[in-house]
DNA sequence: CCATAAGTCAAACGTTTGTTTTAATCGCAC
DNA sequence: GTGCGATTAAAACAAACGTTTGACTTATGG
């Protein structure tokens, strides 16, 4: 039997359909459609339309979120251990490498990555707050290092900055498609790990800014 | 006799509802019945969401597109008089001091920056064409500015540090009430000026990276 | 082989959506 | 005042939405 093969099929195609088209324009009608199964069985399987993107994100952001802490913990522990701050270089990387590098581990990691580039501005409240609880504590973290890294700048500064960080790495999460119109000769695709200097060398230097 | 107070409430009210809720989240029975007027207003002032949306969009864009074209055109032909290259400062200030001032210069003016900042993203297609169709031609004057600031950098790195900062600066756009959450004893409310130094001090320390 | 639970299916539910229609109302030149 | 184009009002439209229902099929353990 097939074990809620359905279930898989259903996130597979609905973080597709929600990454290109969003939550709102994309209908349960149109994802059951595409994943070859029945209307119901979104219900069935998940609930809702709310608990099926939960879960969507639930199954990335989970691992992501962990990866990322833990690197994050250890820049702190290291630093420690060495008795100095760890450096906003390290903070960055520990942040930026996970995101980048999980771009290519899975096929749909890629729409996935397009989903929370958009759920930081994303219109409708129930989406943003579950996106916002699962990275809430990264963000807070993310936070407190970066604090540690540039014990000069006001709280205020570091807030901002950080923010300021977030919003250029939401630019790399995009699928190419959804761009603003590119000049010719551009190379949209990157590979993660020069998509990861270029955004590094940038944020590097706008965090260690005076 | 009115002269269309109706389509300017229309319009006044759609701009708020759509910053703060979302395009498609808002429907125009909850837009007509907060403006006062009819349903049928929308269609027989304007015909139909999409240009009511593309309405809203001409009337800030519009002034504010040409304020930052001619900025950097000025900045250009400074540049070009005094004999030297144009800076990253100064292409950056052209580009966001407008913008941030822009925000405390009319009643609704800070729902439409926030309207703008959610457009980089939007789901939709015809609201995201319409958005880029109208900030396309200072996407590309900004574009060959910054290029020729940073000559030694490959245009591809320069596309891409504008694509970062474009992300940096939209994070300021954003109604404080819909972003991730804040820790203590931070301002999210900062006056135009102080914003515009913080982002400022930012970028160009990125765009000038090596 | 049967009983039970899990899963699937087509159909329908009640809302809400953007848009259209038809009639009534308003302001103003003549 | 009369007539006319511009505007508003109330109602209805078909389409699409998320969700629910109840019957049907399938797999599994005893």
Same mark, same amino acid.
């Given at each position: @039997?097939?074990?809620?093969?359905?279930?898989?099929?259903?996130?597979?195609?609905a973080?597709?359909?929600? =990454?290109?088209?969003?939550?709102?324009?994309?209908?349960?009608r149109?994802?059951?459609?595409?994943?070859g199964?029945?209307?119901? =069985?979104?219900?069935?399987?998940f +609930?809702?339309?709310?608990a099926?993107?939960e879960?969507?994100?639930?199954?990335r952001?989970?691992?992501?979120?962990?990866?990322?802490? +833990?690197?994050?913990?250890?820049v702190?522990? =290291?630093?420690?251990?060495?008795g100095r701050?760890?450096?906003a270089e390290?903070?960055?990387r520990a942040?930026?490498?996970?995101?980048?590098?999980?771009?290519d581990?899975?096929? +749909?990691?890629?729409?996935?990555?397009h989903?929370?580039g958009?759920?930081?501005?994303?219109?409708d409240? =129930?989406?943003?707050?579950?996106?916002?609880?699962?990275?809430?504590?990264?963000?807070?973290? @993310?936070?407190?290092?970066?604090?540690e890294?540039?014990?000069?700048?006001s709280?205020?500064?570091?807030?901002?900055?950080?923010?300021?960080?977030?919003g250029?790495?939401?630019?790399?999460?995009?699928?190419p498609?959804k761009l603003?119109v590119?000049p010719a000769?551009?190379?949209?695709e990157?590979?993660?790990?020069?998509?990861?200097?270029?955004?590094?060398?940038?944020l590097?230097a +706008?965090?260690?800014?005076?």
């Amino acid at each position: @039997m097939d074990k809620s093969d359905t279930k898989q099929r259903l996130l597979d195609v609905a973080e597709k359909l929600f =990454a290109s088209n969003g939550y709102h324009c994309t209908s349960l009608r149109k994802v059951t459609a595409k994943a070859g199964v029945n209307l119901a =069985a979104v219900s069935y399987h998940f +609930g809702s339309k709310e608990a099926l993107v939960e879960a969507i994100f639930e199954r990335r952001l989970r691992p992501l979120n962990e990866e990322r802490m +833990g690197r994050l913990e250890t820049v702190r522990a =290291a630093a420690g251990a060495a008795g100095r701050k760890p450096t906003a270089e390290e903070a960055l990387r520990a942040f930026i490498e996970p995101t980048l590098r999980f771009r290519d581990s899975a096929p +749909g990691a890629r729409y996935f990555l397009h989903l929370i580039g958009r759920a930081l501005t994303e219109p409708d409240d =129930a989406v943003r707050s579950i996106f916002f609880r699962m990275i809430g504590p990264v963000f807070a973290l @993310m936070f407190e290092v970066l604090c540690e890294a540039r014990p000069n700048l006001s709280r205020n500064q570091v807030f901002w900055r950080l923010n300021f960080a977030i919003g250029a790495i939401s630019r790399c999460t995009f699928l190419p498609e959804k761009l603003p119109v590119v000049p010719a000769g551009i190379e949209i695709e990157l590979s993660a790990d020069r998509q990861i200097d270029m955004l590094v060398d940038f944020l590097v230097a +706008g965090m260690e800014a005076p």
